[in-house]
């Protein structure tokens, strides 16, 4: 699991704790999501091209240096993706932000496809994929897949969890794509749900059964 990059950090995992408990109210949990994808951001993002520009400070003129966040993309897997999304920006306000549509089959657990819009010259870009949960892997393979057809320059792909199946499935599919999570729970249910996890992302998120 070379390419899995677990951010172990005290505060994404103090963070982390408080929203899996089952008692955490929809305005706490979204809290909480907002704020420990701020933190999983610094990590992501720790490999990110810069550029030098001409600056002036109080004293004198100078060259510094300052993120490409242009030739960044969001792309977030609708709709608990969007839960991750406004953390994410809040560290990289200038990067842009595509959506892919997918909701999951209940009898096959497959990822069916139901809207797509990314921003204009993707091949000059990298691409951050962001989603809650990492499970069955089929919608991070499926949207992967989808986005690859836009010869992108990377692909990595965020979660808050996933577990040892959903970790290999995505490896097995995308061996290039680079996963970074805050932790790897012991395994499936039968149901395609992290165990222990957290429950329905995005149920938690937007307040909804």
Do not use: W
Not at 111 to 125: I, L
């Amino acid at each position: 699991m070379s390419n899995v990059h677990l951010i172990n950090h005290p505060l994404v995992q103090h963070k982390l704790t408080l929203m899996r408990r089952k008692d955490a109210s929809t305005n706490t949990f979204r809290r909480l999501l907002n704020e420990l994808s701020s933190l999983m951001a610094y990590e992501v993002t720790r490999d990110m091209p810069m550029q030098d520009i001409e600056i002036e400070t109080p004293l004198e003129k100078m060259t510094a240096k300052v993120i490409d966040g242009k030739k960044l993309v969001f792309v977030s897997i609708l709709r608990a993706g969007n839960g991750i999304l406004e953390g994410m920006l809040s560290v990289v306000p200038g990067a842009r932000v595509g959506h892919v549509g997918l909701y999951r089959d209940p009898k096959t657990l497959t990822a069916v496809e139901y809207y797509f819009k990314m921003p204009h010259d993707m091949h000059e870009r990298d691409i951050v994929i962001v989603d809650p949960m990492l499970a069955t892997g089929n919608s991070a393979i499926a949207a992967v897949e989808r986005l690859k057809e836009l010869n992108p320059k990377s692909i990595k792909f965020v979660c808050l969890l996933t577990c040892p199946e959903g970790v290999a499935a995505l490896q097995a599919a995308h061996p290039d794509v680079d996963i970074y999570t805050a932790a790897i729970d012991r395994q499936l249910s039968d149901h395609g749900y992290i165990l222990p996890g957290l429950g329905d992302a995005g149920d938690r998120i937007f307040g909804t059964k």
